[in-house]
Protein backbone atom coordinates (compact mmCIF):
# COMPACT_ATOMS: atom_id res chain seq x y z
CA UNK A 1 0.00 0.00 0.00
CA UNK A 2 1.01 3.30 -0.82
CA UNK A 3 3.16 5.82 1.96
CA UNK A 4 0.82 8.32 2.74
CA UNK A 5 1.25 11.07 4.94
CA UNK A 6 -1.24 12.22 7.36
CA UNK A 7 -1.59 15.33 8.28
CA UNK A 8 -2.28 15.88 12.36
CA UNK A 9 -3.91 19.24 11.96
CA UNK A 10 -6.77 19.34 9.04
CA UNK A 11 -7.93 15.90 8.31
CA UNK A 12 -8.03 14.93 5.21
CA UNK A 13 -11.90 14.85 3.72
CA UNK A 14 -11.86 12.10 1.36
CA UNK A 15 -9.84 9.15 0.90
CA UNK A 16 -10.41 6.46 -2.12
CA UNK A 17 -10.53 3.35 -2.87
CA UNK A 18 -6.93 2.65 -3.04
CA UNK A 19 -6.31 4.32 0.44
CA UNK A 20 -5.28 7.83 -1.42
CA UNK A 21 -6.17 11.05 0.99
CA UNK A 22 -7.29 14.20 -0.64
CA UNK A 23 -7.68 17.39 0.92
CA UNK A 24 -10.59 18.27 -0.91
CA UNK A 25 -13.09 16.26 -3.33
CA UNK A 26 -14.55 18.94 -5.64
CA UNK A 27 -16.43 16.74 -8.01
CA UNK A 28 -16.44 19.44 -10.49
CA UNK A 29 -12.78 19.05 -10.54
CA UNK A 30 -10.27 16.47 -12.07
CA UNK A 31 -7.77 14.16 -9.64
CA UNK A 32 -4.11 14.36 -9.82
CA UNK A 33 -1.72 12.05 -7.75
CA UNK A 34 1.71 13.71 -6.57
CA UNK A 35 4.46 11.08 -6.50
CA UNK A 36 7.06 13.21 -4.22
CA UNK A 37 10.48 11.72 -4.41
CA UNK A 38 12.89 14.40 -3.67
CA UNK A 39 15.16 16.87 -5.16
CA UNK A 40 15.71 20.49 -5.28
CA UNK A 41 12.09 21.17 -5.54
CA UNK A 42 11.69 19.53 -1.86
CA UNK A 43 15.38 21.10 -0.96
CA UNK A 44 15.86 23.60 1.75
CA UNK A 45 18.54 26.31 3.07
CA UNK A 46 19.14 28.48 5.62
CA UNK A 47 19.74 31.46 3.53
CA UNK A 48 17.20 32.62 1.38
CA UNK A 49 20.28 33.48 -1.69
CA UNK A 50 21.61 29.75 -2.01
CA UNK A 51 20.68 28.11 -5.17
CA UNK A 52 23.97 25.79 -4.38
CA UNK A 53 24.95 23.54 -1.24
CA UNK A 54 21.66 23.36 -0.12
CA UNK A 55 19.95 20.05 1.57
CA UNK A 56 18.09 18.60 -1.27
CA UNK A 57 14.99 16.09 -0.36
CA UNK A 58 14.01 17.68 3.04
CA UNK A 59 10.66 18.81 2.29
CA UNK A 60 7.79 16.89 2.27
CA UNK A 61 4.90 16.49 -0.15
CA UNK A 62 2.06 18.15 2.09
CA UNK A 63 4.66 21.20 2.70
CA UNK A 64 4.75 21.40 -1.07
CA UNK A 65 0.95 20.92 -2.01
CA UNK A 66 0.55 23.44 0.55
CA UNK A 67 2.93 25.74 -0.85
CA UNK A 68 0.65 26.40 -3.84
CA UNK A 69 -3.04 26.47 -2.93
CA UNK A 70 -3.94 27.51 -6.50
CA UNK A 71 -3.16 23.80 -7.36
CA UNK A 72 -6.98 23.26 -5.74
CA UNK A 73 -8.83 25.50 -7.79
CA UNK A 74 -7.06 23.17 -10.70
CA UNK A 75 -7.57 19.60 -9.23
CA UNK A 76 -7.96 17.73 -6.47
CA UNK A 77 -4.52 16.08 -5.45
CA UNK A 78 -3.55 13.01 -3.30
CA UNK A 79 0.13 13.01 -2.34
CA UNK A 80 2.62 9.83 -2.20
CA UNK A 81 5.94 10.24 -0.71
CA UNK A 82 7.90 7.31 -2.55
CA UNK A 83 11.54 8.99 -1.29
CA UNK A 84 13.12 12.41 -0.50
CA UNK A 85 16.47 12.16 -1.91
CA UNK A 86 18.71 14.16 -3.91
CA UNK A 87 18.18 12.46 -7.65
CA UNK A 88 21.90 10.71 -7.66
CA UNK A 89 20.48 8.45 -5.13
CA UNK A 90 17.12 7.70 -7.34
CA UNK A 91 17.99 3.81 -7.63
CA UNK A 92 16.56 1.02 -9.68
CA UNK A 93 13.95 0.16 -7.19
CA UNK A 94 13.01 4.02 -6.47
CA UNK A 95 12.38 3.40 -10.45
CA UNK A 96 10.01 0.69 -10.34
CA UNK A 97 8.21 1.99 -7.30
CA UNK A 98 7.47 4.92 -9.44
CA UNK A 99 6.55 2.98 -12.15
CA UNK A 100 4.34 0.53 -10.16
CA UNK A 101 2.59 3.08 -8.55
CA UNK A 102 2.00 5.01 -10.94
CA UNK A 103 0.46 2.33 -13.30
CA UNK A 104 -1.78 0.92 -10.18
CA UNK A 105 -2.71 4.19 -8.67
CA UNK A 106 -3.49 6.40 -11.56
CA UNK A 107 -3.69 3.77 -15.02
CA UNK A 108 -5.90 1.61 -13.58
CA UNK A 109 -8.35 3.97 -11.16
CA UNK A 110 -10.72 5.43 -13.83
CA UNK A 111 -11.40 8.24 -11.30
CA UNK A 112 -7.58 9.51 -11.93
CA UNK A 113 -6.72 11.87 -14.63
CA UNK A 114 -3.18 11.81 -14.52
CA UNK A 115 0.12 11.93 -12.16
CA UNK A 116 2.57 14.16 -11.01
CA UNK A 117 6.22 13.17 -10.28
CA UNK A 118 8.40 15.46 -8.10
CA UNK A 119 12.23 14.87 -8.72
CA UNK A 120 15.65 16.02 -8.56
CA UNK A 121 16.78 17.56 -12.23
CA UNK A 122 20.15 15.95 -11.92
CA UNK A 123 18.60 12.34 -13.44
CA UNK A 124 15.13 13.68 -14.58
CA UNK A 125 15.23 13.31 -17.72
CA UNK A 126 16.08 9.53 -17.55
CA UNK A 127 13.51 9.05 -14.95
CA UNK A 128 11.46 10.30 -17.59
CA UNK A 129 12.29 8.64 -20.14
CA UNK A 130 11.98 5.13 -17.93
CA UNK A 131 8.60 6.06 -16.87
CA UNK A 132 7.77 6.87 -20.45
CA UNK A 133 8.58 3.55 -21.19
CA UNK A 134 6.84 1.74 -18.35
CA UNK A 135 3.26 3.47 -17.75
CA UNK A 136 1.15 1.86 -19.96
CA UNK A 137 -1.82 4.38 -20.55
CA UNK A 138 -2.63 7.42 -22.44
CA UNK A 139 -3.00 9.67 -18.79
CA UNK A 140 -0.38 12.37 -18.65
CA UNK A 141 2.55 11.89 -16.91
CA UNK A 142 3.95 14.83 -15.79
CA UNK A 143 7.97 14.80 -14.42
CA UNK A 144 8.52 18.17 -12.52
CA UNK A 145 11.78 19.96 -10.49
CA UNK A 146 12.98 22.98 -9.09
CA UNK A 147 16.38 24.63 -10.06
CA UNK A 148 16.23 26.71 -6.62
CA UNK A 149 15.51 25.25 -3.17
CA UNK A 150 12.26 26.24 -1.37
CA UNK A 151 13.80 28.40 0.60
CA UNK A 152 15.29 30.26 -2.01
CA UNK A 153 13.85 33.57 -3.39
CA UNK A 154 12.13 33.32 -6.61
CA UNK A 155 12.07 29.95 -6.05
CA UNK A 156 10.57 28.03 -8.90
CA UNK A 157 9.34 24.98 -7.70
CA UNK A 158 5.71 26.53 -6.56
CA UNK A 159 5.02 27.64 -10.01
CA UNK A 160 6.56 24.64 -11.69
CA UNK A 161 4.45 22.05 -9.33
CA UNK A 162 1.10 23.89 -10.56
CA UNK A 163 2.05 23.96 -14.15
CA UNK A 164 2.79 20.42 -13.50
CA UNK A 165 -0.73 19.75 -11.90
CA UNK A 166 -2.41 21.97 -14.84
CA UNK A 167 -0.95 19.83 -17.48
CA UNK A 168 -1.72 16.20 -15.66
CA UNK A 169 -5.44 17.28 -14.97
CA UNK A 170 -5.64 18.41 -19.03
CA UNK A 171 -7.45 16.75 -21.34
CA UNK A 172 -5.11 17.94 -24.64
CA UNK A 173 -2.00 16.38 -22.65
CA UNK A 174 -3.87 12.28 -23.17
CA UNK A 175 -1.71 10.07 -24.86
CA UNK A 176 1.69 12.26 -25.51
CA UNK A 177 3.42 9.83 -23.48
CA UNK A 178 5.79 11.08 -20.54
CA UNK A 179 6.38 14.95 -20.46
CA UNK A 180 8.86 17.33 -18.39
CA UNK A 181 7.05 20.57 -17.27
CA UNK A 182 9.28 23.43 -16.02
CA UNK A 183 9.70 27.02 -16.17
CA UNK A 184 6.78 27.29 -18.74
CA UNK A 185 7.85 24.15 -21.37
CA UNK A 186 6.48 21.28 -22.23
CA UNK A 187 9.08 18.61 -23.21
CA UNK A 188 8.75 15.23 -24.26
CA UNK A 189 10.92 12.78 -22.01
CA UNK A 190 11.81 10.75 -24.50
CA UNK A 191 13.94 13.87 -26.24
CA UNK A 192 14.37 16.12 -23.26
CA UNK A 193 17.80 16.97 -21.54
CA UNK A 194 19.17 19.30 -19.02
CA UNK A 195 21.32 21.63 -20.58
CA UNK A 196 22.71 23.87 -17.74
CA UNK A 197 23.64 22.83 -14.21
CA UNK A 198 22.34 25.88 -13.18
CA UNK A 199 20.09 27.85 -14.74
CA UNK A 200 16.00 27.97 -14.34
CA UNK A 201 15.60 27.66 -17.74
CA UNK A 202 17.69 24.36 -18.25
CA UNK A 203 14.96 21.46 -19.77
CA UNK A 204 15.11 21.17 -23.53
CA UNK A 205 14.58 18.87 -26.19
CA UNK A 206 17.44 20.42 -28.27
CA UNK A 207 16.90 18.99 -31.71
CA UNK A 208 13.27 18.15 -31.44
CA UNK A 209 11.79 21.09 -29.96
CA UNK A 210 9.17 21.66 -27.11
CA UNK A 211 5.89 19.88 -27.23
CA UNK A 212 3.86 23.40 -25.94
CA UNK A 213 4.21 25.79 -23.52
CA UNK A 214 2.08 27.58 -20.86
CA UNK A 215 0.80 31.04 -20.79
CA UNK A 216 -0.94 32.81 -17.88
CA UNK A 217 -1.13 28.60 -16.24
CA UNK A 218 -2.78 27.37 -19.53
CA UNK A 219 -1.43 25.02 -21.65
CA UNK A 220 -1.10 25.57 -25.51
CA UNK A 221 0.42 22.34 -27.32
CA UNK A 222 2.12 23.00 -30.70
CA UNK A 223 0.89 19.81 -32.00
CA UNK A 224 -1.92 17.23 -32.06
CA UNK A 225 -0.79 14.05 -30.03
CA UNK A 226 0.60 11.21 -32.31
N1 LIG B 1 18.01 20.84 -9.11
C1 LIG B 1 18.10 19.65 -8.53
O1 LIG B 1 17.09 19.04 -8.23
C2 LIG B 1 19.49 19.07 -8.28
C3 LIG B 1 19.59 18.08 -7.16
N2 LIG B 1 20.98 17.78 -6.90
C4 LIG B 1 18.89 16.77 -7.48
O2 LIG B 1 19.00 16.27 -8.57
O3 LIG B 1 18.26 16.23 -6.60
Do not use: W
Not at 29 to 49: D, E, Q, Y
Not at 64 to 83: C, F, K, R
Not at 116 to 134: C, K, R
Request: aromatic share 8%; with cysteine; net charge negative.
Amino acid sequence: SPIVYPRADDPFVFTNSNGLNFTQMNASLPNVTIFATGGTIAGSSSSSTATTGYTAGAVGILTLIDAVPEILNISNVAGIQISNVGSEDVTSALLLKMAKQINEYVCNDPTMAGAVVTHGTDVLEETAFFLDATVNCGKPVIIVGAMRPSTAISADGPFNLLEAVTVAASPSARDRGAMVVMNDRIVSAYYVTKTNANTMDTFKAVEMGNLGELISNTPYFFYPPI
